[in-house]
């Protein structure tokens, strides 16, 4: 861990470089200017906003994803409100308690370690929706799913969560009067349905929430979308020839001319032309054979 003090109480500062290297431990150095520490690289910037000269836009600006605090002797619109307007994170007025200073520190440290891997597992997320290929239903809700290939239903939730700028809660329904529903900007996403209790009580509730539910079964009086891959593997489902042959025109046709995909499937052209019509498959756009 590495501390910038930019500050120009020289014994201010040195007494809380000694504080911060006993507590923390890292190497803590002190700068007078901002300029001065606009090149040297840190973890964590304390800052007095007041110093006065060029660079504090700069420095800020340049480090806006590392911890910055700033310790003002006084509070206005130019020592502290502009500064957090550029990336700075919070601000502590001055005469200040060393150790709310490092509770502060040790706090952010951790805000920045939580958004760095909630950022990881956004990524992780996204490329593992990436090789599960869905079609996704309108955001009519509640939604209630059922699907024979697992994870389909938690890609239409990640998905549609994303469409409609929600936070996901997962809801075992098992437990569901345990649930704060009242909670707003969430998309529900639940499961275990058929353990729940007072099922007719809880559609009822159910039926005013943004919510997607999953079940292993149709459930009469609910209107419930079965999902379906648009990938394909024999790890999946069992599919009959008509189904296997539909899939394959409609997964493979825009990457093989009629000819090749034909002949690949043990068809003639003729015969492609008419399941692609039977099957109510709209014909893409022709690739180049090469």
């Known amino acids: 861990m590495r501390i910038i003090i930019v500050e120009n109480e020289l ?5 809380i470089q000694n504080r911060l290297t006993d ?26 906003p007041s110093i006065g000269g ?36 919070d601000y502590m007025q001055k005469p200040i308690s060393v150790e709310e200073l490092i509770r502060k520190i040790r706090h952010l440290t951790e805000h920045y370690r939580l958004k760095e891997e909630l950022g990881e597992l956004k990524l992780f997320i996204r ?21 024979s290939v697992p994870l389909l239903p ?38 275990n349905f058929e353990k729940a209790p007072a099922q007719k009580e809880l559609l009822k509730l159910l039926s005013r929430k943004i919510a997607v539910v999953v079940l292993k ?4 009086g609910v209107e419930v979308v ?11 489902e069992i599919l009959t020839i008509d189904e296997y042959v539909k899939r394959m025109i409609t997964i493979h046709q825009e990457n093989y001319p009629d000819t090749i995909l034909s002949k690949k499937l043990g068809i003639s052209r003729k015969s492609l032309w008419e399941r692609r019509k039977r099957y109510g498959i709209p014909r893409k756009k022709k690739p180049v054979d090469r």
């Open 11 to 15: 014994y201010f500062a040195q007494s």
């Open 23 to 48: 507590k923390l431990g890292g190497k803590c150095e002190i700068f007078a200017s901002y300029r001065e520490a606009i090149e040297r690289g840190g973890d964590i910037f304390l800052i007095n």
């Open 54 to 89: 060029s660079g504090l836009e700069e420095l800020i600006e340049r480090n806006r994803e590392k911890i910055i605090l700033l310790l003002t002797p006084f509070v206005s619109h130019q020592t502290v409100t502009y500064p957090i307007e550029l990336g700075a994170d």
């Open 127 to 147: 490329h593992i929706g990436k090789v599960i290929d869905v079609n996704i239903p309108p955001p009519i809700f509640p939604l209630f799913l059922t699907s």
């Open 154 to 191: 938690e890609k239409v939730a990640i998905e549609l969560a994303e469409q409609l700028h929600k936070r996901l809660k997962l809801v075992d329904l098992h437990y569901w009067r345990d649930v704060d529903w009242r909670q707003r900007g969430i998309l529900f996403f639940c499961h």
């Open 217 to 220: 079964q149709k459930l009469d």
């Open 226 to 236: 079965e999902l379906k891959s648009n990938s394909f593997s024999l790890d999946e």
